[in-house]
């Protein structure tokens, strides 16, 4: 994917109309983490939480995903969450009626039952 460069990416607290997930992507992600969940956790029963901040491109696509936090970071928790980010897509942030890049942070939680 094309990256952008630095000053013409918008904050996500300064953007008019932040980008939004587009009908359906919620749960694009929670059954991509279902069918993929990383196997030494799931024979583990062991849960997770990872944050990736990463640019929404003007066109609603996922770029420059970058993990910020990995708990616990040894189980593949991370590289989940990163495809399951590069999978959905976002209704583009908006500033003065423009479809515009914004920086953003998604927390995604992995939960397990034995």
């Known amino acids: 994917p094309p990256t952008v460069a630095e000053e013409e990416i918008f904050d996500f607290y300064a953007i008019q109309e932040k980008?939004?997930?587009?009908?359906?992507?919620?749960?694009?992600?929670?059954d991509y983490i279902t069918k993929n969940y990383p196997p030494l956790a799931k024979k583990t029963g062991t849960s997770g939480k990872v944050i990736v901040?990463?640019?929404c491109s003007k066109e609603g696509v996922p770029t420059n995903i970058e993990i910020t936090l990995e708990k616990p970071a040894d189980m593949g928790f991370g590289e989940v969450a990163v495809k399951a980010i590069e999978s959905v897509r976002f209704k583009p942030g908006m500033q003065r009626d423009t479809p515009v890049p914004v920086r953003m942070s998604q927390r995604i939680t992995f939960n397990t039952t034995r």
């Open 53 to 55: 901040k990463f640019v």
């Open 19 to 30: 980008p939004e997930l587009l009908a359906g992507q919620a749960q694009k992600i929670t």
